[in-house]
Nanobody, 123 residues
Framework: QVQLVESGGGLVQAGGSLRLSCAAS????????MGWFRQAPGKEREFVAG????????YYVDSVKGRFTISRDNAKNTVYLQMNSLKPEDTAVYYC????????????????WGQGTQVTVSS
């Protein structure tokens, strides 16, 4: 079992940057693949980015490629999402999630979820 707590959300102007963090409890953080998802009002939750257990492989949805970067620090039990060149359409609640580790990151199979952090991008 792992518990996830997100932080770093807030209000930012279009073109700005935010860095989200997700702190995980437990001693087995490196055995999990990690991901970031988001849900905008009236829309379904969507996968944003994933990272494998070591941090050596990442995967992004097309709409954030080149703007967002997922990374992890296994010594700190933390995964990050650096978001640059933010757009109003990036406004959503962002969720951190964990899944059993695989060699490559995935957009599926996540079983543990954080409570979410709000990101609002003004135009």
């Amino acid at each position: 079992q792992v518990q996830l707590v997100e932080s770093g959300g807030g209000l930012v102007q279009a073109g700005g940057s935010l860095r989200l963090s997700c702190a995980a409890s437990g001693r087995t953080f490196s055995s999990y693949g990690m991901g970031w998802f988001r849900q905008a009002p009236g829309k379904e939750r969507e996968f944003v980015a994933g990272i494998n257990w070591s941090g050596g492989s990442t995967y992004y949805v097309d709409s954030v490629k080149g703007r967002f970067t997922i990374s992890r620090d296994n010594a700190k039990n933390t995964v990050y999402l650096q978001m640059n060149s933010l757009k109003p359409e990036d406004t959503a609640v962002y969720y951190c999630a964990a899944r059993p580790a695989t060699l490559f990151p995935s957009k599926d199979g996540y079983v543990h979820w954080g409570q979410g952090t709000q990101v609002t991008v003004s135009s």
